[in-house]
């Protein structure tokens, strides 16, 4: 399959450009017919198919190469649209609707028969989000208002925050990509269970819980979400699988920041004697201290948003470098933190060490 690539931006969007609208009527047509499209979000690139229709999923499911047990999100444009899908929309829905929709929320209900469970991965329930970014929303509506979109990678792999990263996992699997340029956030987008009797953060993302709290009151998180030990079976069956994950072994290293540099650089100089290129993930603040020939900086420890941004395209720059030992500092795990370390953890199939 040839796969087009085409160039839309947000702005062309905003300003009503026909060239851009005629594109995305295109890429809406694909999805009609059942084929695949990639798309920007604010949060990550999605991978856009049908979710009314199973044969969509099924083929989403195999360009990821991705288990068929593994849900996927429903995007939709208009408030309305909820109705349709679910079976009962329950108050919080409302509120945070008014809070957070078009954004990086997804909100998961208790499911209508309009809805395939190839789509929801055989569950009962179905996970919901209408994004804010002008040229997925336009997809949306050309689509027919309800898009299956998965980030757009390979299962395994992490996120794609640009276009070019993509088409690297996606070219001759599916049918269009729209570049959109840089994403905006840069990690997926935080998932709440409404199903619950208390509302329950599955995913940490960019809405914080703290967030969530101020609009409905009490709303608890899935444990076994940070903690790597836990026998428990996290509830968004995505979370069980080792996601987000580089070709390099990743180790995040915890502590006081001299105690790091020196275990880093310990680590680099061992590492090195054996021949492996060593990557190091620092902060702004940090990155003086190591000595290794491969240290990306991530950011400023006050800027937690572009930690979050940088964060998926350091881990698929080391995977193109060909990069074998990654030594990345921790993060506080309040706020926005808590997103970056539960997708770091990931990424370390949980390995950290305290020093
Ligand atoms: O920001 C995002 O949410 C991006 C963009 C493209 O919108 N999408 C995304 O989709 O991250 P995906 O498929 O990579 O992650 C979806 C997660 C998985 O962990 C899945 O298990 C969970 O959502 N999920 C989906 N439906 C669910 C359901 N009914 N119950 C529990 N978890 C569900
Ligand atoms: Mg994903």
């Known amino acids: 399959m040839k796969t087009e690539i085409v160039k839309v931006t947000e702005e062309q969007i905003r300003q009503h450009d026909k060239n851009a609208f005629s594109k995305i009527a295109l890429a809406g047509e694909i999805i009609k017919k059942g084929g695949l499209v990639a798309f920007p979000t604010e949060t990550v690139y999605g991978l856009g198919g049908d979710a009314l229709n199973p044969d969509s999923s099924g083929k989403i499911y195999a360009a990821k190469g991705r288990p068929s047990d593994n849900p996927l999100i429903v995007h939709i444009a208009e408030f309305e649209d909820l109705k349709l899908i679910t079976e009962k929309i329950p108050e919080t829905a409302y509120a945070l609707a008014k809070h957070f929709w078009p954004g990086p929320l997804t909100m998961i209900f208790k499911k209508s028969n309009q809805v395939p469970k190839e789509t929801t991965g055989g569950l009962d329930t179905v996970a919901v989000r209408m994004p804010r970014h002008n040229t997925a929303l336009e997809l949306i509506r050309a689509a027919g208002g309800f898009v299956a979109a998965p980030s757009a990678n390979i299962s395994g792999r992490p996120s794609p925050t640009l276009a070019k990263y993509v088409q690297e996992d996606m070219d001759g699997r599916i049918d269009m990509i729209i570049d959109g340029g840089m994403i905006e956030i840069g990690l997926e987008s935080t998932i709440i269970d409404l199903t619950e009797a208390v509302p329950i953060i599955l995913r940490p993302g960019f809405i914080t819980k703290e967030m969530l709290q101020a609009v409905i009151g009490d709303v608890q998180i899935d444990r076994t979400l940070l903690d790597g030990d836990s026998i428990q ?83 698929r720059e080391f995977d193109d470098e060909e990069v074998e030992v990654i030594l990345s500092e921790s993060f506080h795990t309040t706020g926005m933190g808590q997103a970056i370390m539960n997708r770091l953890l990931k990424a370390a199939g949980h390995k950290k060490i305290k020093v």
Do not use: F, W
């Not at 072994?249 to 090195?272: C, F, M, Q």
């Not at 937690?304 to 940088?310: C, L, P, R, S």
């Open 233 to 315: 079976i996290p509830k968004a069956p995505g979370m069980k699988y080792r996601h987000y994950a580089p070709k390099g072994d990743l180790t995040i290293v915890e502590g006081e920041p001299e105690r790091v540099a020196e275990y880093i650089n310990k680590s680099y100089y061992a590492s090195h004697e054996e021949g492996k290129r060593v990557g190091v993930i620092a902060t702004l603040e940090n990155m003086d201290r190591y000595h290794s020939d491969c240290v990306k900086c991530i950011g400023s420890r006050q800027d937690e948003e572009g930690i979050a941004k940088e964060l998926y395209r350091i881990l």
